[in-house]
């Protein structure tokens, strides 16, 4: 298959790995090795996948999510496999649909020192993590804050179902969660938020890619 790319776009680039999944890249710089043009090669920015970095994949990282780091190559066009789409946090969270080639990023990553720009992010529910968007969540009608079904005695088949929910502090008196409310999390905004998480590191290194 014959495609066009651009400097900026993101494309998947072939793993030197059999099995491995294409890695995620930003174009930079497109060059050719020879006068006439052929043997064109690449400088690319590697995005990371959560699993790639030192801290690893957490709880709150999303199945599409990759990490925009400071990892330049030089590789070989031949190994582009073609074009894919890395979206803002928040313009993920409103696809109708998400594609095997869609991604998204809402941090920098540092390959050396393995930290995140920002280092700090907003957090939700009892359990204080960061929104994952492949989590459905009820809302409090009362204080507008998130809840994870699971952190509020319910499953998410169950929170589908539900019409209102006030959380515990909101309505220590009521009765059961019967009338909850099933209106699942689908943006990353949140005024006043009153807590935010470090975005932590750990003594993971991560192996040279080759391609």
Same mark, same amino acid.
């Given at each position: 298959?014959?495609?066009?790319?651009?400097?900026?776009?993101?494309?998947? @680039?072939?793993?030197?790995?059999?099995? +491995?999944?294409?890695?995620?890249?930003?174009?930079?710089?497109?060059?050719?090795? %020879?006068?006439?043009?052929?043997?064109?090669?690449?400088?690319?920015? $590697?995005?990371?996948?959560?699993?790639?970095?030192?801290? !690893?994949?957490?709880?709150?990282? !999303?199945?599409?999510?990759?990490?925009?780091?400071? *990892?330049?190559?030089?590789?070989?066009?031949?190994?582009?496999?073609?074009?894919?789409?890395?979206?803002?946090?928040?313009?993920?969270?409103?696809?109708?649909?998400? /594609? #095997?080639? %869609?991604?998204?990023?809402?941090?920098?990553?540092?390959?050396?020192?393995?930290?995140?720009?920002?280092?700090?992010?907003?957090?939700?529910?009892?359990?204080?993590?960061?929104?994952?968007?492949?989590?459905? @969540?009820?809302?409090?009608?009362?204080?507008?804050? $998130?809840?994870?079904?699971?952190?509020? /005695?319910?499953?998410?088949?169950?929170?589908?179902?539900? %019409?209102?929910?006030?959380?515990?502090?909101?309505?220590?008196?009521?009765?059961?969660?019967?009338?909850? #409310?099933?209106?699942? +999390?689908?943006?990353?905004?949140?005024?006043?938020?009153?807590?935010?998480?470090?975005?932590?590191?750990?003594?993971?290194? *991560?192996?040279?890619?080759?391609?």
């Amino acid at each position: 298959m014959v495609f066009r790319f651009e400097e900026g776009d993101a494309v998947l @680039m072939r793993s030197s790995e059999p099995g +491995k999944p294409s890695y995620v890249a930003r174009v930079e710089a497109i060059e050719a090795t %020879d006068a006439r043009g052929s043997n064109a090669r690449v400088r690319v920015r $590697w995005y990371y996948r959560p699993e790639e970095s030192m801290g !690893g994949r957490r709880q709150f990282h !999303g199945a599409k999510e990759v990490f925009l780091s400071d *990892h330049f190559d030089l590789q070989s066009a031949d190994t582009i496999e073609g074009k894919c789409k890395v979206h803002s946090f928040s313009s993920y969270t409103k696809l109708s649909s998400v /594609g #095997n080639d %869609d991604f998204f990023c809402r941090f920098e990553y540092n390959s050396a020192t393995g930290a995140f720009i920002p280092d700090r992010v907003a957090v939700f529910c009892k359990c204080e993590m960061p929104y994952n968007p492949d989590d459905l @969540m009820v809302q409090c009608e009362e204080c507008s804050e $998130w809840f994870h079904p699971s952190c509020i /005695g319910t499953t998410i088949e169950a929170a589908k179902k539900l %019409d209102h929910f006030y959380c515990e502090e909101c309505s220590p008196e009521l009765e059961n969660l019967d009338n909850a #409310n099933s209106t699942s +999390k689908t943006t990353d905004a949140k005024v006043n938020t009153k807590r935010s998480l470090e975005v932590s590191k750990s003594r993971n290194k *991560h192996a040279k890619r080759s391609g």
